[in-house]
């Protein structure tokens, strides 16, 4: 989905701490570019809040009373036409992120994160993207490794040098419109690009597929 510049993004929050669900809201609608349209203590209202509003993207803590975040994860993605669903955590919720990523989010990030940083990625995430902070990253790669979830050495080989530029946006995070203007591509073509790359990686989507990006750095 793409929205108009001057059309803010739509956010439904999650997180069972009200001090943290106020905070967030005033740094993400500081500059005009997201619009909190309603926060949930729980994945019960989540749900609700989603279904009443319609919003663009969820930021989902995932551990919450009730239902947790994991749970309305896989509530939310199961529906049609769900919003971007990006988890919010902290440093000590391996598990669950790793979770998660299995699950479907699109996107991960830390609560501790730049508000600039944060507002940028749900805008990115509104956008078609995904979104990972590093410092994820960084804890998520050795556990896939070791869970054997992704290939030691993945073998990049197999994907054509335009594949290898369509993977490397991809993993920055860019929607398919950003890397169809970064190539000059058609959007149509590009998402023809993501699906082989995501088909030759033996990925589920667009995260796995930045992850393996990670993985292997600069090397390709």
């Given at each position: 989905m793409r929205l108009p510049d001057h059309v803010p993004v739509r956010l439904v929050l999650a997180d069972d701490e009200a001090l943290l669900r106020r905070g967030l809201r005033v740094l993400l609608e500081a500059d005009g570019r997201v619009e909190v349209v309603a926060e949930a203590a729980d994945g019960a209202a989540l749900l609700d809040a989603v279904r009443r509003h319609r919003p663009d993207v969820a930021l989902v803590d995932v551990q919450m009373p009730g239902m947790d975040g994991l749970a309305a994860l896989r509530a939310l993605l199961a529906w049609t036409n769900p919003p971007a669903v990006a988890v919010l955590t902290t440093f000590d919720l391996d598990d669950y992120v790793a979770t998660a990523l299995e699950v479907g989010a699109?996107?991960?990030?830390?609560?501790?994160?730049?508000?600039?940083?944060?507002?940028?990625?749900?805008?990115?995430?509104?956008?078609?993207?995904?979104?990972?902070?590093?410092?994820i990253t960084a804890r998520l790669l050795p556990r896939f490794?070791?869970?054997?979830?992704?290939?030691?050495?993945?073998?990049?080989?197999?994907?054509?040098?335009?594949?290898?530029?369509?993977?490397?946006?991809?993993?920055?995070g860019q929607s398919n419109n950003a890397i169809a203007v970064n190539l000059g591509l058609s959007e149509a073509t590009v998402k023809s690009y993501v699906s082989t790359v995501l088909t030759k990686l033996g990925v589920e989507n667009r995260v796995q597929a930045a992850l393996v990006a990670h993985q292997v750095g600069g090397a390709w």
């Open positions: 699109q996107g991960f990030l830390l609560k501790d994160a730049e508000p600039e940083a944060l507002v940028r990625a749900v805008v990115d995430l509104a956008a078609g993207g995904a979104v990972l902070d590093p410092r490794r070791t869970a054997g979830r992704f290939r030691q050495n993945p073998q990049l080989d197999v994907l054509s040098a335009r594949e290898k530029q369509v993977l490397a946006l991809l993993a920055s």
